[in-house]
């Protein structure tokens, strides 16, 4: 039996992107064993189901989250925060990250150019849990809304992909995507965002945190780092292809910023994306 489950399945946007991530952990893995970690651990394989279950197994070796469970939803007691990754996308800056204001041609047309002007229409977010999808999004709009409201409907679409389908379809009509996540798909599935428009970014916020279970001892993390590290320099054009520049490793505070934005959505009388 294997004594421990990894997978890195924030940023698998295409087949080719999956194939890339899973090679890059299992790199990772190798380094790590040979550096004295686990030899046995298991690289779970898609579908991964619930995905809060995985980040709180007992057995978890490593792991990449979104920010808003880690912080707003209690993950950081359960785990370590192992890493941050830096990307080469647009609204990066070093380990921070932007979610990108999108609207469909249909909105476009009718004068959606700027956050303000999308009052009232239909937004298509990832999930609640989402930093990027629905918090940033919450974040930009509170001080626009009226009432406690800005949109007109919310349709949770489940992924990043979903919502971007959703305004292509003409089911939505603005979404907030990770721009992580839209530098990959403009490499990979370019005909996704024909016609869609970028209108602005959000504030900043810390990146999608790896993470590993507490039960890893303090003594190992090191040497993780170390081998995310090799695995990475071992294959440039792997990382090119991944937009992966590096990792770096931040206070648990720094993801203090993501629970500050949803206060400041409160505060402004907007407490849910509405």
Known sequence: MNRWIAALPMYNVTPRHERLWRALLADTLAAFARAGGPDRVAIADEPLGELTGLWRRTDLLLSQTCGFPYR????RDDVHLVATPVFDAEGCDGPNYR????VSASAWQRGATALPAC????????GMDSHSGMNALRHAVAAHAIEGRFFSSVLWS??????????????????????????LLRDGLPDLLHDLHVIGMSACAPGLPLIASHTLG?????RLRVALKQALESDPHRASMLRLRGFVSLPAENYDRIEQMAREASALGYPALR
């Open 72 to 75: 707003m939803l209690g993950l």
């Open 99 to 102: 979610s990108a204001f999108v």
């Open 119 to 126: 009052f009232g229409l239909r937004a298509a977010c990832n």
């Open 158 to 183: 489940g992924s990043h992909v979903e919502s971007l389908k959703a305004l292509a379809g003409g089911r939505a009509d603005i979404a907030a995507i990770d721009c992580v996540t839209l530098a």
């Open 218 to 222: 303090e003594a190992s993390l090191d």
